[in-house]
C-alpha cells in the first residue's frame, strides 16, 4: 500500500500549491487560535483555492465549540476533520463529516483505546505527548508503544523529518504520515526543499 502523505500547519497559499506538486495527499489547517499556525476562514479559503482537484483538505480542531466547527465548515471546503483534543466520540460524529482522532501516545494502550473509543474514525492519529501543548511540537515519541495491528488506519506523527521519515515508514507500515514542523523554516511556513525530501523519505522507506 502507498503511504499517504499530509502536510499540517499550512498558512500561505504557494506552500499548498508546492505541497501539492510535490506530490502530497493531503494538507492540514489549523484552526486552533493558540497555535502559531492558526488560520482563519479567509486564509483558509484562499489557500484551498490554491490547490489542485484531488488533495484532501484537512481541518484541525482543538476542544472547539460546535459553533466554531460549523463556521468553519460553511465558510471553506473541508473534506477531513482531525480533533486533537477531549472531544468526545458523539460529538466527532455529530457533523457528519469524516473525521480522524489524534491520540498523544503514552502508553501502548493508548492507540488501542482511541480505536475502540471512535470506530467510526476514518484513522487514528499518532502523536507525542508534550504536556499543555496539543500538536506540532516537533516531538518524537516511542515507535514501539504502537501496536502491531490496529482496526482504523494509523497516521505516524510526531516529530517526522527528513531524517527520520524513511526509517519511520519502515518500520511502523502506517497507512499515513503527517508531518508540520520538520518541513517549516519557521513555524507555518514551509520549505519546498524539506518537502520533497520528506516525500522522497517516504517513498524511499515505503520499498
Ligand atoms: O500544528 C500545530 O500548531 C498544532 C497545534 C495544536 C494541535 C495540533 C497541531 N498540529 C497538528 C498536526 O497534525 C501536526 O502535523 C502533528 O502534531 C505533528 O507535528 P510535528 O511534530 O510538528 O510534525
Not at 25 to 42: H, Q, T, W
Not at 49 to 69: C, D, G, I, K, M
Not at 98 to 123: E, F, I
Request: aromatic share 6%; net charge negative; glycine share 8%.
Amino acid at each position: 500500500m502507498t503511504t499517504r502523505i499530509k502536510i499540517c500547519g499550512l498558512t500561505r497559499p504557494e506552500d499548498a500549491r508546492e505541497a501539492a506538486r510535490l506530490g502530497a495527499d493531503a494538507i492540514g489547517l489549523v484552526f486552533y487560535p493558540k497555535s502559531p499556525r492558526n488560520v482563519s476562514i479567509e486564509q483558509a479559503r484562499a489557500i484551498v483555492a490554491a490547490l489542485p482537484p484531488f488533495v484532501t483538505v484537512v481541518a484541525l480542531f482543538v476542544n472547539p465549540t460546535r459553533e466554531w466547527v460549523d463556521e468553519v465548515l460553511a465558510g471553506c471546503a473541508i473534506d477531513l476533520l482531525q480533533f486533537h483534543g477531549e472531544e468526545e466520540p458523539v460529538f466527532c460524529r455529530s457533523f457528519h463529516r469524516p473525521y480522524m482522532k489524534a491520540v498523544r501516545v503514552r502508553t501502548a494502550g493508548d492507540v488501542l483505546d482511541a480505536a475502540r473509543q471512535y470506530p467510526d474514525a476514518r484513522g487514528i492519529l499518532t502523536d507525542a505527548f508534550v504536556e499543555g501543548m496539543h500538536g506540532g511540537t516537533g516531538t518524537r515519541f516511542d515507535w514501539g508503544l504502537l501496536p502491531q495491528q490496529l482496526s482504523l488506519p494509523l497516521v505516524l506523527s510526531g516529530g517526522l523529518s527528513v531524517d527520520n521519515v524513511a526509517e519511520a515508514v519502515h518500520e511502523v507500515r502506517p497507512a499515513a504520515v503527517d508531518v508540520s514542523s520538520g518541513v517549516e523554516s519557521s513555524k507555518g511556513i514551509k520549505d519546498a526543499a524539506l518537502m520533497a525530501a520528506f516525500i522522497a523519505g517516504v517513498k524511499h522507506g515505503s520499498v
